[in-house]
């Protein structure tokens, strides 16, 4: 007789581990909060159309302060999807922004990167764009392309689009990208479109996610506020996200920091309603603390793990995406520091329930880039996620009949049971478990070692899809356009 028959028919089962920072009762504490800084204190537009749309939307507007009703945030948020689809740029659906749904991947516009040859620390090329892309490309635990640092040896005014064409021309996954401005935004949407099969292809499968930051406290300059309204307006995602960190843009209480973070992202998720109610967007971003010793933004505090995951907890209680941090670190070489801090911050971030997890790959505070460091969080993501697939309970899983039949002192290798599932184990790739002998047979080494080694294998051999010909020569014509628009401003 099968045990299932004695299970209780109305039963629930956390399938996956949980993290919640943040009881219901707090989120609505922080929530209520930003509500009320909106309402009484407002926020810095500085923005002509941003102004005259919250003031059509029914805001109180003094120069360039607005003060936003609570109905009107509240509205804002209802409207606002619970679920965003996200494609690679074949068409396929792969990332379900959605409930505890988790995706990682890297961060955009460090000011250096880390040269996977040489070790060298220095500006970024749009060659690193390329290797980046193919790294991201070969990772099977990385779900969507940033750029890894922004670009020097182009027109600096299009950094911007010569990365987006650098991942495009190498990665198939999805891309979350920025631009310094409404033109190259544009130019970034007719790219995509260009792969996609046309615009309206575009909005229906979307495979980008637009980027854009405010500048905190409660102040949006206009290339941000005009991005989430330019976004809005062409029907494609935004993740609009404040850097908000303890001490120094926000109080030195971590409440105190969620709270201008919601407010802040708040104020990008009504002008994108006002604009099209329904429009795509993500809330989140970096959260974390100064250090008070050498006032740099820490990417490895303790706190943004904290504070991400009270943020997490917030969005979600609103039921709107989140876009997280994880897998950066403040170290500045490949060291024991830099393990400790991307495998904290992945896990925890995986365990809240964000859904877009970004900076796999940063180090130094977030100045540098390293494919280094994103080839162990590809690893460290593996494991997590199989901490995070939690373990299965049924008839199949219990193997109640397997075990009498082995009985006691015997051994399940041969087993026909053991043979079904020990491919379910996590297996890691670099992740070094040998026996002594075994590992010095290998060369004895380190970690930092085959990292490397893995990193630059992926560099020289990796071969990403290619695009049509086709398709390749209408990107190229939009860059020219680009290049050649730049130029009559000169």
Not at 278 to 300: A, E, K, N, R
Not at 397 to 421: E, F, N, Q, R, S
Request: glycine share 8%; net charge negative.
């Amino acid at each position: 007789m099968s045990r299932s028959q004695y299970v209780r028919a109305n039963y629930q089962v956390n399938a996956t581990p949980q993290l919640k920072m943040l009881s219901d009762d707090q989120c609505e504490n922080v929530l209520n909060g930003a509500l009320e800084v909106l309402e009484r204190t407002g926020a810095e537009i500085h923005s002509e159309k941003a102004l005259e749309i919250f003031r059509k939307g029914g805001c109180w507007v003094d120069g360039n302060m607005v003060r936003f009703p609570s109905h009107l945030v509240e509205w804002a948020i209802r409207s606002a999807p619970s679920r965003i689809v996200i494609s690679n740029q074949k068409g396929e659906r792969t990332m379900f922004l959605e409930g505890q749904n988790v995706y990682y991947g890297p961060g955009p516009t460090n000011t250096y990167t880390i040269d996977p040859f040489t070790g060298e620390r220095r500006r970024a090329k749009k060659s690193d764009t390329v290797r980046a892309a193919k790294v991201i490309d070969a990772l099977p635990n990385i779900s969507f392309a940033m750029d890894c640092g922004t670009v020097m040896d182009v027109t600096p005014t299009l950094s911007d689009v010569h990365a987006f064409q650098a991942m495009l021309e190498n990665t198939n996954k999805p891309i979350i990208h920025w631009g310094f401005g409404i033109d190259q935004y544009q130019d970034i949407i007719d790219m995509a479109a260009a792969v996609a099969g046309g615009l309206e292809a575009l909005q229906r499968d979307p495979f980008i996610l637009l980027y854009s930051e405010s500048s905190p406290p409660l102040r949006h300059s206009g290339e941000a506020i005009d991005k989430a309204i330019f976004a809005a307006k062409n029907n494609i995602p935004i993740v609009y996200t404040p850097c908000t960190f303890s001490g120094g843009v926000a109080p030195a209480t971590m409440a105190a920091t969620l709270v201008i973070a919601v407010a802040d992202s708040l104020v990008g998720l009504v002008a994108g309603q006002l604009v099209r109610k329904g429009s795509g967007f993500v809330m989140g971003g970096l959260i974390s603390t100064m250090d008070m010793s050498s006032t740099i933004l820490s990417y490895g505090a303790a706190e943004l793990s904290l504070l991400s995951a009270g943020l997490t907890a917030v969005a979600r209680y609103m039921k709107i995406p989140m876009f997280s941090t994880g897998g950066c670190s403040d170290s500045k070489v490949i060291d024991t520091q830099m393990g400790i801090e991307a495998a904290f911050s992945i896990l925890i971030a995986g365990l809240s329930g964000a859904n877009l997890i970004h900076d796999c790959g940063y180090m130094e505070y977030g100045a540098t880039s390293s494919l280094d460091l994103m080839t162990m969080d590809d690893e460290i993501i593996g494991m997590v996620k199989k901490i995070l697939g939690g373990v299965l309970v049924d008839d199949e899983h219990l193997a109640l009949d397997i075990i009498d039949k082995v009985g006691p002192g015997g051994h399940y290798l041969a087993d026909d049971h053991t043979m079904a599932h020990f491919r379910e184990f996590w297996a890691p790739t670099l992740i070094n478990r040998l026996r002594f002998d075994g590992w010095k047979a290998e060369g004895s080494k380190t970690m930092a070692q085959r990292v490397k080694e893995k990193t630059q294998d992926i560099i020289n051999n990796h071969k990403p899809e290619q695009k049509p010909e086709s398709v390749l020569k209408e990107i190229q014509a939009i860059v020219d356009r680009a290049e050649a628009r730049e130029a009559n401003k000169r």
